[in-house]
């Protein structure tokens, strides 16, 4: 049997620290709080602060949690998020739906399980990338 590359969502063999850069100044590192997305800078996760930001204010976000961003790079970093079309839109979408589940599922049930670990939960988010792995190759067959 090979060996495994994943733990859940997480890479067994990742680079740690800080972890892969793939978007300029926040980091991925695994198994850290769940693996997180964070700040580079500072090693802040995201999710502390990010709700905050976007309902109070960024001025309100960096006074209480040190960010290691700035406005501009939040917003930019939403904006490109959100920007996002077709296949690639429905997989954020779903994205963030999954993840609401798993907020749900703690809050109002008093039960906690990561969405890759139900059933109905990875196949939604799998059919959702196997739609952009698609899009992708009929764009691939289209440039020859």
Request: include cysteine; aromatic fraction near 10%.
């Amino acid at each position: 049997m090979p060996e495994r590359r994943f733990q859940g969502p997480w890479r067994v063999d990742a680079p740690e620290p800080p972890g892969t850069e793939d978007y300029p100044g926040l980091v991925v590192c695994e198994g850290h709080r769940r693996g997180s997305i964070r700040t580079k800078e500072r090693g802040l996760e995201l999710w502390c602060w990010a709700y905050d930001a976007i309902v109070n204010g960024f001025d309100s976000a960096e006074a209480d949690y040190d960010t290691g961003t700035t406005a501009d790079e939040f917003a930019r970093l939403v904006a490109n998020l959100l920007n996002q079309r077709g296949e690639f839109g429905r997989l954020v979408c779903v994205l963030a739906d999954v993840e609401r589940w798993e907020v749900d599922m703690e809050e109002d049930h008093d039960q906690f399980v990561a969405w890759w670990q139900d059933r109905g939960q990875r196949a939604r988010v799998r059919a959702a990338l196997l739609e952009c792995v698609a899009a992708l190759d009929e764009e691939e067959t289209e440039d020859e």
